[in-house]
C-alpha cells in the first residue's frame, strides 16, 4: 500500500486566517495527507500568512525563508505560500521567492488539495491561483482544527465594507459578506460534536453581521440561536465595531445564559479629528454612549478595546486627550497599536507622519496609564468563586493553565490551577487565590466541575428556527 504524503501547516495571523487554516487541513485530510507537527520530513509544507501591517509581513517573509531552506537542504519537498500576504502580493511575491512551489491567495482556500497534488506531481506551469471574493459566505465546516478541542473561533462573516483609511484588510478579503445563520448555526453544532465548550466569534466587523443579507444588523438573533445548541457552554464575542448596538441586541447581551460577559470592542482613537481621518465613522460621544449602556446594561462585563497611536499628524494634545480616556474609561482589557504605514492604503498619503519613537513612545505611555487599571481588577477578583475552563497543563507538575470569562485565548492573562481532578477541557469552578499583574492563581473546588451544557426545554415544541424568518 502507498504511503500516505505528509504535510505541515503553519498558521500566522489572525483567528479568523487560523479558521481558514483550519479548513485547508480538513480538505487536505479528506484528500489523504497525513499531517505532521514538523517540517522536517514532509512532503509538503503550506504557510498560510498574514499581510495586515508590516511587523505581520516580517514575520510571514521570516516562515516562508525557513521553510525554503529547509527545502534546499532537501528536509521538504515543495513549499506553498496562501493567505493575506500572497493574495496582497501576488505575482511580486513569487518573483521575489522564487523557489516557492504554489501562492494561493485568500479566495483559493477551497482549491489547497487539487493544487498540492500538483506540486507534488510536478506539475508547475501555473504557479498562481487567485479567486475573486465570494458573493456568498464560504462554508467552515469539515475543519481539522489547530486549537484545543475544547474551544474554537467561529467566523460569522467575511470581509469588511468600513474601508479605515489605515487598513488593507478590505482589499486582501474583500466586502462584507454575512454567513447565513443557518450555516452558522450547523457549523456551532458541528463543533460542538467535536467537543467544543467555548466558541468564540470572530469577524472583521461582527455588530454589521446581517446588514448585507438581511437587510437589517441580525447579530441578536444570531446570539439567540447560538444560545440553542446543545453541549457549548461559553459565548464569547470578539471585534465588535462601535455602531449598529441595537436593542435587541443589547437586550441579547444582557441576558446570560451561555453569552459570557465579555466584549471586545476596538476603538482605535477617541480624538474626533483623529476618528475621522481614519474614517471610523463614530465620534467620541457616539462611542461613550455605547460604553455607558454597555456596562449599566450588563452584570460583570469585562470590556476590551485596541487603540492606535503615531497615526499620521495626531498631536501631542490628541494622543493626551487618548491617555486622559484611558485612564477615566478603565477597560479591563486593553492593547495598544503603533501606526504602521501601509503604502497601499489612504493613510499612507495623509502629511505628519511620525517618527517611529515617537509612536513607540506614546505606546509606553498608554499600557502604563492601562497597567494599574487592569492590575486592580485583577486584583479585586482575589477571593472570587470563578468558572475557569482549562486548557492544558502547566510546567508545574499538578497545575494546570486555564482562562476565566475576562480572558480570551492568546490576548489576555491566564489562571494557574491546582487542585485535585482538573483536566484540559473541563470548566472547573475556582477560588481565586492571587492575582499576578495580569495573569491569577487559583484552586479547584473539588467536585465542581460544570457538566456540557444542554438546551433550556420549551414549553412548545416548534419545526425550524423561527428567527431565520426572512425581514
Known amino acids: 500500500m502507498p504511503k500516505s504524503p505528509t504535510i505541515a501547516f503553519v498558521s500566522l495571523g489572525c483567528s479568523k486566517n487560523l479558521v481558514d487554516s483550519e479548513r485547508m487541513l480538513g480538505l487536505l485530510a479528506q484528500d489523504g495527507f497525513t499531517v505532521g507537527a514538523s517540517a522536517d520530513g514532509a512532503d509538503l509544507v503550506v504557510v498560510n500568512t498574514c499581510g495586515f501591517i508590516d511587523a505581520a509581513r516580517k514575520e510571514s517573509m521570516g516562515v516562508i525563508e525557513e521553510m525554503l531552506e529547509r527545502k534546499r537542504a532537501g528536509a521538504v519537498r515543495g513549499v506553498i505560500v496562501a493567505g493575506c500576504l500572497a493574495e496582497r502580493g501576488r505575482e511580486e511575491l513569487l518573483e521575489q521567492y522564487p523557489e516557492v512551489d504554489q501562492v494561493v491567495g ?39 482544527r489547530m486549537t484545543p478541542r475544547h474551544f474554537a473561533y467561529l ?17 486582501m478579503r474583500g466586502k462584507h459578506v454575512t454567513k447565513p445563520i443557518e450555516m452558522v448555526v450547523e457549523e456551532a453544532r458541528e463543533l460542538a460534536a467535536d467537543g467544543v465548550r467555548e466558541l468564540i466569534l470572530v469577524a472583521q466587523d461582527m455588530t454589521y453581521y446581517g446588514v448585507d443579507l438581511y437587510g437589517r444588523p441580525r447579530l441578536a438573533e444570531l446570539l439567540s440561536a447560538l444560545q440553542e445548541v446543545e453541549g457549548i457552554d461559553w459565548i464569547r464575542i470578539l471585534y465588535c465595531y462601535p455602531q449598529f448596538f441595537t436593542d435587541p441586541l443589547y437586550d441579547v447581551l444582557a ?115 492601562q497597567q494599574p487599571i487592569a492590575f486592580a481588577f485583577n486584583r479585586a477578583l482575589v477571593g472570587r468563586t470563578l468558572d475557569v475552563i482549562v486548557d492544558g497543563p502547566a510546567e508545574r507538575k499538578g497545575t494546570f493553565l486555564g482562562r476565566t470569562y475576562a480572558d480570551a485565548p492568546d490576548v489576555d492573562g491566564v489562571v494557574l490551577v491546582e487542585g485535585a481532578g482538573v483536566r484540559p477541557g473541563a470548566i472547573v469552578a475556582c477560588t481565586i487565590t492571587a492575582a499576578n499583574g495580569y495573569d491569577f492563581e487559583a484552586r479547584a473546588i473539588e467536585g465542581r466541575e460544570r457538566r456540557r451544557a444542554r438546551p433550556k426545554p420549551r414549553k412548545k415544541p416548534r419545526s425550524g428556527l423561527v428567527i431565520l424568518d426572512e425581514p
Not at 506540486?119 to 481539522?144: I, K, M, S, Y
Not at 476596538?266 to 457616539?286: D, S, V, W, Y
Request: with cysteine.
Open 155 to 171: 467566523k460569522v462573516s467575511e470581509g469588511c465594507d468600513r474601508l479605515c483609511t489605515f487598513c488593507a484588510i478590505p482589499y
Open 106 to 144: 485568500v479566495f483559493g482556500r477551497e482549491e489547497i488539495a487539487r493544487l498540492a497534488d500538483r506540486v507534488l506531481g510536478g506539475l508547475n506551469e501555473q504557479r498562481t491561483l487567485f479567486n475573486p471574493a465570494p458573493v456568498q459566505a464560504q462554508d467552515d465546516r469539515a475543519r481539522l
Open 255 to 369: 441576558s446570560g445564559g451561555k453569552i459570557i460577559p465579555y466584549l471586545d470592542m476596538p476603538l482605535q482613537h477617541i480624538n474626533n479629528r483623529m476618528l475621522k481621518l481614519m474614517n471610523r465613522r463614530h465620534n467620541r460621544a457616539e462611542s461613550e454612549v455605547i460604553l455607558d449602556r454597555l456596562r449599566a446594561t450588563i452584570p460583570g462585563l469585562v470590556m476590551r478595546t485596541t487603540f492606535i497611536v503615531g497615526f499620521p499628524g495626531e498631536t501631542d494634545a490628541e494622543f493626551e486627550e487618548l491617555e486622559r480616556f484611558v485612564t477615566d474609561a478603565r477597560f479591563e482589557r486593553l492593547g495598544v497599536f503603533c501606526y504602521s504605514y501601509e503604502p497601499d492604503t489612504p493613510a499612507a498619503q495623509l502629511p505628519g507622519h511620525l517618527e517611529q519613537a515617537v509612536k513607540d513612545e506614546r505606546r509606553e505611555r498608554i499600557m502604563a496609564a
